[in-house]
T-cell receptor, first 113, second 113 residues
Framework: DTGVSQDPRHKITKRGQNVTFRCDPI?????LYWYRQTLGQGPEFLTY????????KSRLLSDRFSAERPKGSFSTLEIQRTEQGDSAMYLC???????????FGPGTRLTVL | AQSVTQLGSHVSVSEGALVLLRCNYS??????LFWYVQYPNQGLQLLLK??????LVKGINGFEAEFKKSETSFHLTKPSAHMSDAAEYFC???????????FGTGTRLTIIP
């Protein structure tokens, strides 16, 4: 069990650029979640997948955001036309279908200049 | 909708003293409740969880929490603080165990030598 991994750990980009983050969940975990955490706040739910199906999306997830989990394993989160307000830590978590514990990765810190 | 309120964004205690971090929840259905800890530049680690079984829940690193329905509270305690407990602590609620988590704004715990 290697835990949830995220890549990259840090990303600095200029406003208007597109960025993509990757999350590799714990092997055999059916559910995968994305959260966003801004400075001084708790994580906020963005979206989650059960296998390859995206089951719920938060209103925080504007049209500029898209997430995929094409084969039910790793997931990507893409932000198009980044804005300074997108600067945050993006956290990924995974869980088994039949348990209630979400395991978090180390996060990707995005800075938009 | 579900929510949690963490009273006290910063708490300082002396090494060896009692740690008490407060969390109150709001939920229209029986909640699942969690405490997570976050160390600098790391993801979240589960400390303990309440899933409608015993109301007194014991977690890792000597922490425990008691679910009090009448007070809608789930406060986190530790009898004797250690320097390694210095971190950010988040209370979270979910409707069903492995759906999205709704987090509080966090409490930063400082341990005074």
């Amino acid at each position: 069990d290697t835990g949830v991994s995220q890549d990259p750990r840090h990303k600095i980009t200029k406003r208007g650029q597109n960025v993509t983050f990757r999350c590799d969940p714990i092997s055999e975990h059916n559910r995968l979640y994305w959260y966003r955490q801004t400075l001084g706040q708790g994580p906020e739910f963005l979206t989650y997948f059960q296998n390859e199906a995206q089951l719920e999306k938060s209103r925080l997830l504007s049209d500029r955001f898209s997430a995929e989990r094409p084969k039910g394993s790793f997931s990507t989160l893409e932000i198009q036309r980044t804005e300074q307000g997108d600067s945050a830590m993006y956290l990924c978590a995974s869980s088994e279908l039949t348990t209630d514990t979400q395991y978090f990765g180390p996060g990707t810190r995005l800075t938009v200049l | 909708a579900q929510s949690v309120t963490q009273l006290g964004s910063h708490v300082s205690v002396s090494e060896g003293a009692l740690v008490l971090l407060r969390c109150n929840y709001s939920s229209s259905v029986p909640p699942y409740l969690f405490w997570y800890v976050q160390y600098p530049n790391q993801g979240l680690q589960l400390l303990l969880k309440y899933t409608s079984a015993a109301t007194l829940v014991k977690g890792i690193n000597g922490f425990e929490a008691e679910f009090k329905k009448s007070e809608t509270s789930f406060h986190l305690t530790k009898p004797s603080a250690h320097m390694s407990d210095a971190a950010e602590y988040f209370c979270a609620v979910s409707r069903v165990g492995n759906e999205k988590l709704t987090f509080g704004t966090g409490t930063r715990l400082t341990i005074i030598p």
